[in-house]
């Protein structure tokens, strides 16, 4: 008894990345990309929900950790709304960023699996390498935000004195530290730019190491102008890191120029307006065989020129 083999048809993924798809078909497949990413994000904001009340404990917990803030009848922080809806549409959006959070391996998955297609091999293998180390870059600085927040708290709160009562009002405090988290955490993906420069082939690592003071005053007048807290502890902090992780990538860039031999060029160690030496003798240039132009190649009789055309005036109307 046989049985037909029948082929196993081409996924969408494979249409794509070979260029069969039509236009209608993009839009398609982005439409249900979408679909399928919003649904996840629906359903992550559900769990938000749920989790916003622990996440704005944990968020409150560098202020209420300080003397003076805790109500001692109630034992609780001592904050301020100034409207009767402000803490319910806080936890609203406590819940979506939470939700982002968790639903992040779909609605990338699903952003990824549209763009894909459009890339080159090494350019995939380069987006999983980048990808892979930007998510604990952000998670490295969004910790550090977190701790920088509780000394600058502090630096702030006894600045005041103790002849002044601060209530902190809570869609304020929450917003202040929720937008350190997303600053520092954005910062902390700046080597990925410098490793990108390296392999792409636009920056040497040589180059970018002598770029060191510029980017150490460059990362110093960031981190001071970022920085919300007026402390020196959040702007040191956070340039120091962004030093050692600049530092960092040179040093990865070296292990990837090293990798691909680079900086072993014929013309490596020449300036740009220094002559290059030839190698290799060049022929002398001598005069050729004088060519009769009125005899063909290979004939030994000359061809006799053809008459002139004789022209009469009548010939130009």
């Known amino acids: 008894m046989a049985f037909a083999l029948r082929k196993r048809a081409p996924s969408t993924f494979e249409r794509a990345a070979d260029g069969s798809m039509t236009l209608i078909e993009h839009v398609r497949e982005l439409r249900n990309r979408l679909f399928r990413a919003s649904l996840a994000i629906l359903i992550g904001f559900g769990f938000g929900i749920w989790l916003a009340e622990p996440v704005r404990l944990l968020l409150s917990r560098p202020y209420c950790d300080l003397p003076g803030s805790v ?5 609780k922080c001592l904050f301020v709304q100034l409207g009767p809806a402000d803490l319910f ?54 910790v550090l935000a977190y701790f920088v927040t509780a000394k600058g708290l502090e630096f702030l709160m006894n600045v005041s004195g103790d002849d002044i009562s601060t209530t902190l009002e809570v869609t304020r405090y929450i917003s202040f530290v929720t937008n350190l988290i997303l600053l520092f955490g954005v910062a902390f993906e700046f080597p990925l730019i410098v490793l990108m420069l390296n392999f792409v082939g636009m920056a040497s690592a040589k180059r970018l190491l002598s770029w060191w003071r510029v980017a150490v005053f460059v990362f110093f007048a960031f981190s001071a102008v970022v920085t919300p807290t007026p402390d020196p502890f959040g702007m040191t902090a956070l340039a120091i890191c962004l030093c050692a992780l600049y530092f960092a990538a040179v040093g990865v860039a070296f292990i990837n120029d090293k990798r691909r031999g680079r900086g072993k060029e014929v013309y490596a160690g020449l300036d740009d307006d220094e002559v290059s030496p030839l190698e290799h003798e060049s022929d002398p240039v001598v005069a050729g065989q004088r060519v009769d132009v009125t005899a063909p190649i290979g004939s030994p009789e000359p061809i006799a020129k053809p008459a002139p055309i004789e022209r009469r005036y009548d010939d130009m109307t």
Not at 71 to 75: E, I, R
Not at 94 to 116: K, R, S
């Open 71 to 75: 109500d001692p009848s109630t034992g």
């Open 89 to 142: 549409l806080l936890n609203l959006k406590i819940g979506l960023w939470v939700g982002l959070i968790i639903a992040a391996p779909i609605w990338l998955y699903q952003l990824w699996a549209f763009i894909a297609p459009g890339l080159h091999r090494h350019e995939r293998r380069y987006a999983y390498a980048f990808t892979a180390l930007a998510a604990p870059l952000f998670a490295a600085g969004a």
